[in-house]
């Protein structure tokens, strides 16, 4: 096997293990998020689930994630298809919530978010809970490309992603409180 073919299955493998473990963390800061709002049981039992798969659709397209971080106009473009890809793959487990919840985790309030451009109130609950969990994570975590940053960096970076209409600010307000002082 040439190098080059070496370093890409390398890369994928790396990229599969992110990719699950980013699963399971996000699976557990949503419901811990999702329990200082008052949800139902059967509704942190939604939530939960979606946040394990919401990025399920990913697997098929591991190597356009398998990168340094650094995607073409195009690439990003592809990207996008994820949630829907998702919701093909593992709808039917989801249930008709927990496929908004997937659907709909890349949704922003200020109506620039994707798949649909969904503004405020017409983003789910539960989907607003998950998108907060996964901002939380990706910058808090080590990724293949790049190191987490401080938590200082993290707070301030999600507290300007709400003022930006990019998260809820709602979440984002009982997120500060419930990791910003480091515990998760
Ligand atoms: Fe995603």
Redesign the pocket.
């Known amino acids: 096997m040439a190098n080059s073919e070496k370093r890409d299955r390398i890369s994928r493998i790396e990229a599969l293990q992110e990719l699950w473990q980013h699963s399971r963390r996000v699976g557990k800061l949503a419901v811990t998020l999702g329990g200082k709002f008052s949800l139902k049981k059967g509704e942190l039992e939604v939530l939960e689930r979606a946040a394990k798969l919401?990025?399920v659709g990913k697997l098929l397209m591991i190597r356009l994630v398998s990168g340094n971080g650094s995607l073409t106009a195009k690439e990003r473009e592809k990207l996008r298809y994820?949630?829907a890809l998702g919701v093909l793959l593992v709808g039917l487990w989801l249930g008709s919530t927990g496929r908004e919840v997937v659907m709909q985790?890349?949704e922003q309030p200020n109506g620039l978010g994707y798949p649909r451009g969904l503004r405020e109130d017409q983003i789910h609950p539960l989907a607003g809970i998950l998108a907060v969990a996964?901002h939380y994570d990706a910058l808090a975590s080590d990724r293949c490309y790049r190191k987490r940053f401080k938590l200082s960096k993290v707070i301030q970076m999600l507290e300007d992603e709400a003022a930006l209409g990019i998260l809820n600010p709602g979440v984002v307000e009982k997120a500060v409180k419930l990791w910003g002082n480091g515990v998760r």
Request: proline content about 14%; charged content about 30%; hydrophobic content about 0%.
């Open positions: 919401h990025d994820h949630p985790h890349h996964d």
